[in-house]
């Protein structure tokens, strides 16, 4: 009877292992989660890798302002920085004179950097302008400080472009725009100030931004804005490539009665003045 018991109870145990066994063998890999925390670790890797490698002309971009900024930034013993800068051009203008949006000015230069200007000036708060806009509004944007990238569209495209656009996208007193028949890839303007040049990558580009831009010791309107009410971003007036005509005015043009006068905006520091940077 003793070895009957035994018996039993040893088949008894055999057959719970055997149950145990076959419900492990019928648990499965969970490949569907697996794959689903792959897929997603791997979109994450994607997107970062993606905003990183976008990112990256901003990342360059800022190097290339804090490297001009530590020599180039104006001061009260060194109001002009840019008359360090090689291939920067000069010339005295007197502010204020105002023409209609119907005359056109005789410039002295290709782009012009200073001289009578229309009544309204271009936008200029960090305005990338696809179209060329009309030269007479871009100079008055000088006026107030501001720098303006012209380029000539049948050399710089591309990531010579894009390397402009991080320049002036989104930031106060700059400004981009196309220029159809300039004479080097890219010239940069400020008011009374000029430099071209053949390369984006120039390094003298961002020296010029960092001691012309919002510099108070170098442009007429001090205080002024960049911000426009009568001036239509989207729709902005054409750039006219005709040469002017005889009735252009001259650069020592004082202004047309009843054209437009300046809204002079908050005096605000600026660089190269001892309240602010």
């Known amino acids: 009877m003793a070895s009957g018991t035994k018996r039993k109870g040893t088949s008894k145990s055999s057959a719970v292992k055997a149950a145990r066994g076959s419900v492990v063998a019928k648990k499965h890999t969970p490949w569907g989660t697996i794959i689903s925390v792959v897929a997603i670790l791997l979109l994450a890797v994607g997107v970062f890798g993606y905003y990183y490698v976008a990112s990256s002309d901003k990342r360059e971009q800022r190097d290339r302002e804090e490297a001009a900024a530590a020599s180039f930034t104006p001061s009260e013993r060194n109001p002009d920085p840019s008359k360090g800068i090689q291939g920067v051009k000069t010339e005295q203008y007197a502010g204020g004179a105002h023409v209609l949006p119907t005359e056109r ?6 782009p012009p950097f200073g001289g009578p200007h229309d009544g309204v000036w271009a ?32 050399h710089i495209n591309g990531e010579a472009l894009e390397q402009l656009r991080v320049r002036v996208d989104g930031k106060p007193f700059m400004m981009l725009s196309p220029y159809p028949g300039l004479d080097s890839p890219i010239s940069l303007q ?18 010029f931004i960092a001691a012309l831009r919002r510099n108070a010791s170098t442009y007429p309107e001090v205080g002024a804005t960049c911000d426009s009410q009568q001036f239509d971003v989207a729709n902005p007036p054409a750039f006219n490539p005709q040469p002017p005509g005889p009735d252009a005015k001259p650069m020592d043009y004082k202004g047309t009665e009843g054209a437009a006068q300046d809204n002079m905006g908050s005096n605000q520091p600026q660089p190269g003045s001892p309240a602010g940077s």
């Open 105 to 110: 000015v005789a410039y002295d230069k290709n």
């Open 123 to 154: 936008t200029c708060s960090g305005v990338v302008y696809p179209n060329a806009v009309r030269t007479e509004n871009m100079v008055h944007s000088l006026e107030h400080g501001a720098v303006w990238i012209a380029y000539n569209p049948d």
């Open 190 to 207: 400020s008011w009374g100030h000029q430099l071209k040049v053949d390369s984006a990558e120039d390094e003298r580009i961002d020296q």
